[in-house]
């Protein structure tokens, strides 16, 4: 039988749809939520013209999330980065490489998509293993 606990934190941005933050099934995965650059402490979008900072937001809302499932990146096995424009590709794979050890870094995708919500830069989600 599976069982499902909603993952819920103050210190990354609440779903802005029908979704939760994260969702750990069977109690040994975590289902992050795709992540934008959404900063709790003023509930707004921000860095909206650099990429890099949004980067950063949204590695620290994934991490927040992630923290309160119990995990930490080296618990991440597949990650999906959605970017806006595939130009920005190596300023945010240099961001996102500084939270991986290369060694067993988690299986990604990446993809350049039409738009994001509230018109963010990126965006990433990610399946963590406890």
């Given amino acids: 039988m599976t069982t499902r606990k909603i993952i ?6 609440e779903p802005v749809g029908p979704y939760n933050q994260a969702i750990a099934a069977t109690g040994q995965m975590i289902f992050v939520s795709g992540q934008i650059a959404i900063d709790t402490k003023i509930n707004q979008i921000v860095y ?21 499932a119990g995990a ?31 060694e067993n ?5 990446c993809v350049e998509v039409a738009r994001l919500p509230k018109d963010v830069l990126v965006e990433i989600d990610c399946i963590a293993v406890l």
Avoid at 8 to 13: E, F, G, L, V, Y
Avoid at 49 to 54: H, L, N, P, R, Y
Avoid at 105 to 109: D, I, V, Y
């Fill in 72 to 102: 930490t990146w080296s618990n991440v096995v597949k990650t999906t980065v959605f970017l806006k424009d595939m130009n920005d590709f190596a300023t945010v794979n240099t961001i996102y490489a500084k939270y991986f050890n290369p």
């Fill in 8 to 13: 819920k934190t103050d210190k990354a941005p």
């Fill in 48 to 68: 909206t013209d650099d990429v890099s900072k949004q980067t950063e937001q949204v590695m620290a809302n994934l991490e927040a999330i992630l923290t309160a």
């Fill in 105 to 109: 870094a988690p299986a990604r995708a």
